[in-house]
């Protein structure tokens, strides 16, 4: 019998354990994420969203388990997921001494990125004018923020990495950012948003993971309910219970 | 690798030229060093003369831990160098930017340094293209090692205590040769007299260029 044809995973962890020292991070993450869908990442403080993140972004390798992104190791094309992935992280990784601008051209070229979209995305997040030649040292958290997201989408990669996006903006930015969300979805970009609020980006996401004490506990589908109140809690017995809409097929 | 080392380089001699921190602190903590062994040697004008190529190395190596400490500390604020990491630039092209940009700010020092160590030591140069070369291979040495190092400590907390404790050891190559070639060229001594401490520096420049294009990567994933 043929095999079935799957869409291909954008995320796909199994049984991840990442460490910190001694200290879990991850504790067996089993996830598949379809290249192309837009997955909310709820848990508590301290749950494991952003090691999870930073696991996807090739920052912190996995002590045991396995990790594909875009169909690649990032232990051995770690050069290669992160060209491929962006974060948008707690930090703003920017140099205060640069003016907004100079920061934003040189994230874009340092990542192989086309530097002709530099000013409209520096339009598009409100940083035009006499901001743009302003260092980034006198921006305010918000505005670094901005700078963040407009290195984001100045490189516009292929799987979105947002650690708390809503922290530290406005109401307008915050609109700006779920449009941004929406439009990168529509155009087949893989998203995973880590938020302990989920209220705020339900509506972006089409499928939610709940991480617990650096576990995936429970999922919900915030397509056909997306007020649902309760977890589905997931089965735990094994790497062959990956939860998600991709079967993977090894 | 190239290009990337462009872009780094650039930016990091961009935010030099913005916060101006080699020019307005470690110029002039190496001449305060410089006025500072005079003052412990005493005003006999030979016995400074005598001791300035030591003491002109000596200056330049404190300026070193301190011009690599400030390149390390301008990628570790606000999550700078995971910012680097997650943007896939190359490893080898981030040391070589980063050692370009330390060399350039260590040449400019090291002028500083010598024309206080000329006014201040009342030392003599008769061979100054010995002079020259021996800055020329010294400085590369030095940001080469010095990168590697402030990669290696920059992800530890006592990162400022613990650079000088790596680097100032293994330098010493450097302060040895450098001496060396000054003195010659300051006796008026034929280019063989410094010719054993130069191949000295060409290859301590070319061990530690390798070393550091190669372990600059796994260096910065682990520190």
């Given at each position: 019998m043929a095999p079935?044809?799957?869409?291909?995973?954008?995320?796909?962890?199994?049984?991840?354990?990442?460490?910190?020292?001694?200290?879990?991070?991850?504790?067996?993450?089993?996830?598949?994420?379809?290249?192309?869908?837009?997955?909310?990442?709820?848990?508590?403080?301290?749950?494991?969203?952003?090691?999870?993140?930073?696991?996807?972004?090739?920052?912190?390798?996995?002590?045991?388990?396995?990790?594909?992104?875009?169909?690649?190791?990032?232990?051995?094309?770690?050069?290669?997921?992160?060209?491929?992935?962006?974060?948008?992280?707690?930090?703003?990784?920017?140099?205060?001494?640069?003016?907004?601008?100079?920061?934003?051209?040189?994230?874009?070229?340092?990542?192989?990125?086309?530097?002709?979209?530099?000013?409209?995305?520096?339009?598009?997040?409100?940083?035009?004018?006499?901001?743009?030649?302003?260092?980034?040292?006198?921006?305010?958290?918000?505005?670094?923020?901005?700078?963040?997201?407009?290195?984001?989408?100045?490189?516009?990669?292929?799987?979105?990495?947002?650690?708390?996006?809503?922290?530290?903006?406005?109401?307008?930015?915050?609109?700006?950012?779920?449009?941004?969300?929406?439009?990168?979805?529509?155009?087949?970009?893989?998203?995973?948003?880590?938020?302990?609020?989920?209220?705020?980006?339900?509506?972006?996401?089409?499928?939610?993971?709940?991480?617990?004490?650096?576990?995936?506990?429970?999922?919900?589908?915030?397509?056909?309910?997306?007020?649902?109140?309760?977890?589905t809690p997931v089965d735990r017995g094994g790497t062959d219970n990956v939860t998600g809409p991709v079967a993977h097929v090894a | 690798m190239w290009r990337d080392a462009a872009l780094v380089a650039g930016k990091d001699l961009r935010i030099e030229g913005r916060s101006r921190v080699a020019l307005s602190q470690v110029a002039p903590f190496g001449i305060v060093a410089l006025v500072l062994f005079a003052f412990a040697l005493g005003p006999d004008r030979q016995t400074m003369a005598k001791g300035a190529p030591g003491l002109f190395w000596v200056a330049v190596l404190f300026c070193t831990v301190l011009a690599i400490q400030r390149s390390v500390s301008v990628e570790s604020s606000d999550g700078a160098s995971d910012g680097l990491r997650l943007s896939g630039i190359d490893p080898a092209g981030l040391y070589l930017g980063k050692a370009v940009a330390v060399a350039a700010q260590l040449v400019v020092l090291e002028a500083l340094l010598g024309v206080g160590v000329v006014l201040l030591y009342g030392a003599h140069i008769e061979v100054p293209w010995m002079i020259v070369v021996s800055c020329v291979l010294g400085t590369i040495g030095l940001a080469a090692t010095g990168t590697l190092y402030g990669a290696l400590s920059s992800g530890l907390r006592v990162r400022e205590t613990l650079l000088p404790f790596l680097l100032l050891p293994i330098a010493a190559p450097v302060l040895l040769a450098g001496t060396r070639i000054w003195q010659a060229a300051?006796?008026?001594?034929?280019?063989?007299?410094?010719?054993?401490?130069?191949?000295?520096?060409?290859?301590?420049?070319?061990?530690?260029?390798?070393?550091?294009v190669v372990l600059f990567g796994p260096i910065q994933e682990t520190a």
């Open positions: 079935v044809a799957l869409p291909p995973s954008a995320v796909s962890l199994r049984d991840a354990v990442a460490l910190s020292g001694r200290f879990p991070l991850l504790a067996g993450v089993d996830l598949e994420v379809a290249v192309g869908e837009t997955v909310l990442v709820e848990g508590p403080n301290g749950a494991g969203k952003t090691s999870l993140l930073r696991v996807c972004a090739g920052l912190v390798p996995l002590a045991s388990g396995y990790l594909a992104v875009l169909g690649l190791d990032p232990a051995r094309n770690r050069v290669g997921v992160r060209r491929r992935v962006g974060l948008l992280s707690h930090a703003s990784h920017l140099y205060d001494d640069l003016t907004v601008r100079e920061n934003v051209r040189f994230a874009v070229r340092a990542a192989g990125g086309d530097v002709d979209r530099i000013d409209p995305a520096l339009e598009r997040w409100g940083l035009v004018g006499r901001l743009a030649k302003t260092s980034a040292g006198k921006l305010s958290a918000g505005q670094r923020r901005r700078v963040a997201l407009a290195v984001l989408t100045a490189r516009w990669p292929e799987v979105w990495l947002l650690d708390e996006p809503h922290a530290g903006l406005d109401a307008s930015a915050r609109l700006l950012l779920d449009q941004a969300v929406r439009d990168a979805a529509s155009s087949g970009v893989t998203v995973l948003i880590a938020s302990h609020e989920s209220g705020p980006v339900e509506d972006l996401a089409g499928r939610a993971v709940t991480v617990t004490g650096g576990r995936v506990t429970g999922e919900r589908d915030l397509v056909s309910a997306p007020s649902a109140p309760n977890a | 300051m006796a008026g001594g034929t280019p063989s007299d410094g010719t054993q401490w130069l191949r000295l520096l060409v290859v301590f420049d070319a061990v530690y260029l390798a070393i550091g």
